[in-house]
Nanobody
Framework: GQLEESGGGLVQAGGSLRLSCTTN????????IGWFREAPGKEREGVSC????????SYGDSVKGRFTTSADRSKSTVYLQMRSLKPEDTAVYYC?????????????WGQGTQVTVSS
């Protein structure tokens, strides 16, 4: 695939995890890279987004102040640092590449990585 996520796992509430999304140089330079999540029975929602050209970031309301996205051009990789995790953060996390940060605006998707937060 064009995007590959890694770093998911099982963590206790209050803990931290870092997800990685690695892609190729073209996608990294040309698109915004976003993190999205999908919990059982819920629609996929936006978590974070980064413009890899200017570094501008945005976050979903439920993760502001707890999650941070960053990018490393030398590795064509975007990270999602998750702190103070809550059970409601449990979901499959996907990275997407698109000209917008909306779920419907992604041109490429990764295969997803499971994040489970136990109470």
């Amino acid at each position: 695939g064009q995007l590959e996520e890694s770093g998911g796992g099982l963590v206790q509430a209050g803990g931290s995890l870092r997800l990685s999304c690695t892609t190729n140089d073209f996608i990294y330079d040309y698109y915004n890279i976003g993190w999205f999540r999908e919990a059982p029975g819920k629609e996929r929602e936006g978590v974070s987004c980064i413009n890899t050209s200017n570094g501008f970031t945005s976050y979903g309301d439920s993760v502001k102040g707890r999650f941070t996205t960053s990018a490393d051009r030398s590795k064509s990789t975007v990270y999602l640092q998750m702190r103070s995790l809550k059970p409601e953060d449990t979901a499959v996390y996907y990275c997407g590449a698109g000209h917008s940060c909306d779920v419907t605006g992604q041109s490429y998707w990764g295969q997803g990585t499971q994040v489970t937060v136990s109470s």
